[in-house]
């Protein structure tokens, strides 16, 4: 591992005001369940990381709307089981217990979670070419062992997927991410906090140096509605989803009135298909529908060479959601 300046700032103003060095990373570090294991692998070098454990960022709140503040600090384990998350948004609270494992969870945070890395293989080996570690020296998964990565929303430079579970929930449920940076405080959608690889993989984020995530808010519960998330992977526990889905649905007089949902496992970000969600709005739950909205959700998938079986299994998983989800109704 590489020498490193480290910064422990006890304010949310000092912590904001830190100029980014003029060379090499700058990165903040809470549970470090990413960051450490991939500077111990030579894929993160910073210059400069601070720590900001000791920052007033770990409550949960509610908002005067009737939504729900959770700060950047509040550990995995902990959003999981709040009384608040388990009433109202029980999608994020399964989400999060189907990730990692309980010591992990005990670790990780709201806002490391949300600026998880991929865990495409070549982008943990030095030795390979990464577009996405090392811009402009190419892609060596789209010829390789692809069979977790990407089948939506990748291009010819980048094809990894996003492994969060956290992340697809809270695109299902609408968050909103909230940034500040020397005294400037905004705000940013959830679906548009995950960029496209395109031409430039190495942008994952909407951010500038220095920004630092203080809290997510989730949009008030939608009364009636059910939720779920559900995983598919190789094995039970202590794994990467290579499908999952996270439902909000609403159902009255036999009519769904409300359809959100994300995919993961699947994309470059967790995916929401608005065609598919509107093609849900206003019909009768069927098993004919719920294959109907599928197939839309994973219109344009472009497998590789070992990834195919992604399509229908991505397929089968949404429509399992909806299933589930209709049945709790
Ligand atoms: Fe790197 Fe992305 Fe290609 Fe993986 S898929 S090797 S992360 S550029």
Same mark, same amino acid.
């Given at each position: 591992?590489?020498?490193?300046?480290?910064?422990?700032?006890? !304010? $949310?103003?000092?912590a904001? #005001?830190?100029?980014?060095?003029?060379?090499?990373?700058?990165?903040?570090?809470?549970?470090?369940?990413?960051?450490?294991?991939?500077?111990k692998?030579?894929?993160?070098?910073?210059?400069?990381?601070? +720590?900001?454990?000791?920052?007033?960022?770990?409550?949960?709140?509610?908002?005067? +709307?009737?939504?729900?503040?959770?700060?950047?600090l509040?550990?995995?384990?902990? %959003?999981?089981?709040?009384?608040?998350?388990?009433?109202?948004?029980?999608?994020?609270?399964? #989400?999060?217990?189907?990730?990692?494992?309980?010591?992990?969870r005990n670790m990780?945070?709201?806002?490391?979670?949300?600026m998880?890395? /991929?865990r495409?293989?070549?982008?943990? +080996?030095?030795?390979?070419?990464?577009?996405?570690?090392?811009p402009?020296?190419?892609?060596? #998964?789209i010829?390789?062992?692809?069979?977790?990565?990407?089948?939506?929303?990748?291009s010819?430079?980048?094809?990894?997927t996003?492994?969060?579970?956290?992340?697809v929930? %809270? /695109?299902?449920?609408? *968050?909103?991410?909230?940034?500040?940076?020397?005294?400037?405080?905004?705000t940013?959608?959830?679906?548009?906090?995950?960029?496209?690889?395109?031409? !430039?993989?190495h942008?994952e984020?909407?951010?500038?140096?220095?920004?630092?995530?203080?809290?997510?808010?989730l &949009?008030?519960p939608?009364?009636?509605?059910?939720?779920?998330?559900?995983?598919?992977?190789d094995?039970?526990?202590?794994?990467f989803?290579?499908?999952?889905?996270?439902?909000?649905?609403?159902?009255? +007089?036999?009519k769904?009135?409300?359809?959100?949902?994300?995919?993961?496992?699947?994309?470059?970000?967790p995916?929401?298909?608005?065609?598919?969600?509107?093609?849900?709005?206003?019909? #009768? &739950?069927?098993?004919?529908?719920?294959?109907?909205?599928?197939?839309?959700?994973?219109?344009g998938?472009?497998?590789?060479?070992?990834?195919?079986?992604?399509?229908?299994?991505?397929?089968?998983? $949404?429509?399992?959601a909806?299933?589930? *989800?209709?049945?709790?109704a």
């Amino acid at each position: 591992m590489d020498n490193f300046h480290f910064s422990r700032p006890t !304010t $949310l103003t000092e912590a904001t #005001a830190i100029t980014p060095p003029p060379t090499g990373a700058f990165r903040f570090i809470a549970g470090g369940t990413t960051l450490v294991d991939l500077m111990k692998l030579g894929v993160e070098t910073p210059s400069l990381i601070v +720590d900001i454990n000791t920052l007033p960022l770990d409550t949960i709140e509610p908002t005067p +709307d009737g939504g729900l503040k959770i700060g950047a600090l509040v550990r995995n384990s902990a %959003l999981a089981q709040h009384p608040a998350v388990l009433r109202n948004y029980a999608v994020l609270s399964q #989400a999060l217990l189907s990730g990692a494992s309980p010591q992990l969870r005990n670790m990780a945070t709201t806002g490391g979670n949300l600026m998880q890395r /991929t865990r495409c293989i070549y982008f943990r +080996d030095t030795v390979y070419a990464c577009n996405k570690r090392t811009p402009g020296s190419g892609c060596s #998964a789209i010829d390789g062992h692809n069979r977790t990565l990407a089948i939506l929303g990748a291009s010819e430079h980048c094809i990894a997927t996003n492994p969060s579970d956290m992340n697809v929930a %809270l /695109t299902a449920l609408d *968050a909103t991410v909230h940034v500040q940076n020397k005294g400037r405080e905004r705000t940013i959608p959830i679906q548009s906090f995950f960029l496209l690889p395109g031409d !430039t993989p190495h942008l994952e984020h909407p951010l500038e140096p220095g920004d630092l995530i203080t809290h997510v808010t989730l &949009p008030p519960p939608i009364p009636g509605v059910q939720t779920i998330y559900l995983k598919l992977r190789d094995r039970a526990s202590y794994e990467f989803a290579l499908s999952s889905a996270a439902v909000v649905l609403g159902i009255s +007089d036999g009519k769904i009135h409300r359809a959100q949902f994300a995919m993961g496992g699947i994309a470059t970000r967790p995916w929401r298909s608005s065609e598919a969600e509107h093609l849900l709005q206003g019909r #009768a &739950p069927s098993a004919a529908l719920f294959r109907q909205a599928a197939e839309t959700a994973l219109h344009g998938a472009h497998p590789r060479s070992e990834n195919g079986f992604k399509v229908e299994l991505a397929k089968r998983c $949404l429509v399992r959601a909806l299933t589930l *989800a209709t049945k709790t109704a």
